[in-house]
């Protein structure tokens, strides 16, 4: 089965960075749009920042200008780089995908296991 971790998550204070990173790993024949999601406790699951096969990426308007979502298709691997980080960007961060994999060439959106990222002020 097809996985995605997570890494990079911690406690950092206000005007801090963070990098997070998600790894696919199993039978992945291609990976199509990647995208980091937050959740913060008792809010709905919202987009942060996507970015496509091809490059083009694409950031909710809170964290333009802070955040840069980057990927090496070598590697199926997408980083969030988060700076001047707000104590409103505290929350769940998962990673999501779509992935062909190989032996069926069957098309799945997968979900990382999330990983908590904590601004204090």
């Known amino acids: 089965q097809v996985q995605l971790v997570e890494s990079g998550g911690g406690l950092v204070q206000a005007g801090g960075s963070l990098r997070l990173s998600c790894a696919p790993s199993g039978s992945i024949f291609r990976v199509n749009d990647m995208a980091w999601y937050r959740q913060a406790p008792g809010e709905q699951r919202e987009l942060v920042a996507s970015?496509?096969?091809?490059?083009?990426?694409n950031y909710r308007d809170s964290v333009k200008g802070r955040f840069t979502i980057s990927r090496d298709n070598a590697k199926n691997t997408v980083w969030l780089q988060m700076n001047s980080l707000k104590p409103e960007d505290t929350g769940v961060y998962y990673c999501?995908?779509?992935?062909?994999?190989?032996?069926?060439?069957?098309?799945?959106?997968?979900w990382g296991q999330g990983t908590q990222v904590t601004v204090s002020s």
């Open positions: 970015i496509t096969s091809s490059g083009s990426t």
């Open positions: 999501n995908a779509g992935i062909w994999v190989r032996a069926s060439l069957s098309y799945t959106e997968y």
